[in-house]
């Protein structure tokens, strides 16, 4: 009976595990960058459908629990893998090498992401931590033709381990201190050891580990660079999947430990230098890819208020956030993908002048994302920023919705810089190609554009399926 109700709950990570092997063995058997392509996005699509037949809570082996939380973000996850996907195949398509072994990495990080959003326990987020990361190594560096690809790669590669052994470092002063890896046998325990100088260390380097991989300030550095560096595909999985699983499982790590004065004040802290900091060094920005990473590490900041609100409103503000800013996301990185013009990304600003006379379409597209992600009325970020804003005020905490809104009037400056730069008379010509593969890839912006304005003016239904989420999790 067991094995009865796990498999069900881990079909959609089961699916992902065969088919990377499938993939794998497709590409042995002949190259054929269309039917590669294909596989993985169907693959994406059946563990999708898979979801539908998870039970409502349940834990798995004190690995993992599969609950409201864990399925909606792993839903969230996989549609967002397969807009990737649709993007991946025209930019790679222009490349010489060989593209079909960047879906096995695509269908590999997704598989690491899906199964750290359920993770219960830090053997299981550790080894899930890694099969993303290690994946991301391969994404980062892919066109490996590029010296800007492959030292961004490098980069994040040392930077990752280090904080990979940082973050390990602390889960062992936490097992010290607990004798526990669960994070409900820590949370537990934590309530007699909350003083333990050991637990206080780990959980300190634990905290430094995620910020890592957050891109939380003071451990952003690495950001602008590896988002410049990596194909766009690439970059708009670290911006979105990887953040966002990692978010989760921050979440539920301090959900069972507790937040106590010292740890809020932290937060705070982060919370404050990061939508500072990061607004006001993307101010400064003439590359549009470090603009959006600079951009980023605001945006966790303000995630990081919902996250401090904490309790279900907080949950309910955050989950949103990430919709908002994930769909945000994908479309900004999706159209320098489509842009791309034989390997080559349009990455100044100043590239991007005058494609409203050009092509109109994506001249919308993307400043309605710009729009979205100032949060602007009538777009997903708007709701999402307000929404985190209300968690903050139901909380009290009034120095962070302060800085959140005078950060967000810093950021209104440099995105309308670039809505500016899009509908700008150009003094020369320009050119902006058009992709062969503009029907696929036509019908991902649409349906981004569609959800952008749909969840600025009628955002109550996807509320509504948070807010049982979020039961849900509760239990």
């Known amino acids: 009976m067991w094995h009865q109700q796990v498999i069900p709950a881990l079909f959609p990570q089961i699916i992902l595990s065969v088919a990377a092997v499938v993939c794998m063995l497709l590409i042995a058997v002949k190259r054929n960058h269309a039917v590669v392509h294909l596989f993985t996005l169907l693959s994406l699509l059946l563990a999708l459908g898979s979801l539908g037949r998870i039970p409502g809570v349940m834990g798995v082996d004190g690995l993992f629990v599969v609950d409201g939380l864990g399925v909606f973000m792993t839903g969230l996850i996989l549609i967002t893998a397969f807009f990737i996907g649709i993007f991946s195949y025209p930019y790679f398509s222009q490349s010489v090498l060989e593209r079909e072994e960047y879906y096995i990495l695509l269908l590999l990080a997704t598989l690491g992401a899906s199964l750290m959003v359920i993770s219960n326990h830090f053997i299981s987020f ?138 809020v004040i932290i937060f705070v802290v982060i919370a404050v230098a990061s939508m500072l900091i990061g607004n006001w060094l993307a101010l400064k920005q003439q590359n549009l890819k470090r603009l959006l990473a600079y951009s980023s590490i605001a945006h966790l900041g303000y995630l990081i208020v919902a996250f401090v609100a ?54 919308i597209l993307l400043s309605l994302i710009m729009l979205s992600l100032a949060g602007i009325p009538l777009t997903a970020g708007f709701i999402g920023k307000f929404y985190v804003l209300l968690a903050g005020v139901y909380s009290a905490q009034w120095l962070l919705v302060m800085v959140l809104i005078l950060s967000s009037v ?23 190609p058009r992709s062969p593969y503009a029907i696929s890839t036509g019908m991902a912006f649409l349906v981004l554009f569609i959800l952008l304005i749909w969840l600025g003016i009628a955002p109550g239904n996807l509320i509504t399926q948070i807010q049982q989420v979020v039961h849900l999790a509760r239990g």
């Open 126 to 263: 550790f080894l899930s931590l890694e099969i993303l990361s290690v994946s991301l190594y391969g994404m980062i560096a892919y066109t490996k033709t590029s010296t800007v690809a492959t030292e961004a790669g490098v980069k994040y590669l040392m930077l990752a381990a280090v904080s990979s052994a940082i973050l390990l470092f602390g889960i062992g002063l936490m097992y010290v201190a607990t004798g526990q890896l669960g994070l409900s046998g820590i949370g537990r325990q934590a309530v007699y050891t909350p003083t333990s100088g050991w637990f206080t260390a780990g959980l300190g380097l634990v905290l430094a580990g995620l910020g890592f991989k957050l891109a939380l300030v003071p451990f952003h550095l690495w950001t602008p660079d590896v988002y410049s560096g990596a194909p766009a595909p690439t970059s708009a999985f670290v911006a979105t999947i990887s953040k966002g699983s990692v978010f989760v499982f921050l979440w539920r790590l301090f959900d069972s430990i507790g937040r106590d004065e010292r740890m």
């Open 310 to 363: 904490a309790g279900d409103r907080g949950l309910d503000a955050a989950i949103f956030y990430l919709v908002a800013y994930f769909i945000s996301m994908l479309g900004a990185f999706g159209l320098i993908s489509y842009l791309t013009e034989s390997g080559k990304e349009k990455l100044l600003l100043q590239d991007y002048t005058g494609l409203f006379w050009q092509r109109p379409a994506l001249a």
């Open 410 to 432: 810093i950021g209104l400056f440099y995105y309308l810089r670039v809505v500016v730069q899009l509908f700008s008379r150009p003094d020369h010509a320009v050119y902006f």
